[in-house]
């Protein structure tokens, strides 16, 4: 089973999926942008170098990201339970903040053709609120992405979940400021974990 951990920063993915980890050997865990050796050198160039990139090139570095850690790091697990933090959803909607023109299908379709027409089998996504969000990103260090703002980072948000209610993706909601335990007793449920 292939499994999407969405949200925007600071919510929380990666704190659940290291719990997961701790109580399932088999589960394969990866992430977005970055996994792979290719993806390493995209996640800098969109994340880290002072390079300015248009709106489409950034989109297709991100899909190039994607296809590549699709075929080397998702396709040959798929018969495990698959974990990626971040995927598509959170590709689309970057997108589609950055340049609300952009059409959606089209954007699902590139999507689709990036992950060999193979979409995640559930979604689980995590909504903060701005209090939250300006709290936990406070302490951290800020990428290039980040440091547009906390507005932008709540459209991004608003984006995802637009996008997650309009396409046919088992999915949950969780409310990021819940308590780590009650988050992780529910994801155990969602994705039928002991």
């Given at each position: 089973m292939f499994?999407?951990?969405?949200?925007i920063d600071t919510t929380g993915k990666s704190t659940q999926i290291e719990?997961?980890?701790s109580i399932n050997a088999d589960m394969k865990t990866t992430f977005e942008p970055g996994a792979?050796?290719?993806g390493k050198e995209i996640r800098a160039i969109l994340l880290e170098k002072e390079l300015k990139t248009g709106q489409k090139?950034?989109?297709l570095l991100f899909l190039a990201d994607r296809a590549e850690?699709?075929?080397k790091i998702i396709a040959p697990n798929i018969d495990k339970l698959v974990i990626s933090d971040r995927g598509f959803l959170s590709g689309i909607a970057y997108a589609l903040t950055?340049?609300?023109k952009f059409d959606l299908n089209f954007l699902v379709e590139m999507n689709r053709f990036a992950l060999g027409g193979k979409l995640?089998?559930?979604i689980v996504f995590f909504k903060t609120t701005k209090e939250l969000l300006i709290s936990r990103i406070k302490t951290k260090?800020?990428?290039k992405i980040e440091s547009r703002g906390i507005e932008y980072l709540l459209s991004v948000q608003e984006n995802m979940e637009k996008i997650l209610k309009s396409i046919n993706i088992e999915h949950i909601i969780l409310d990021a400021d819940e308590s780590i335990e009650r988050l992780n007793a529910k994801i155990k449920k969602f994705l039928n974990l002991s």
């Open positions: 499994v999407l951990f969405e949200g719990k997961l980890k792979t050796e290719l090139a950034e989109l850690h699709y075929e950055n340049n609300p995640p089998d559930k260090q800020h990428d």
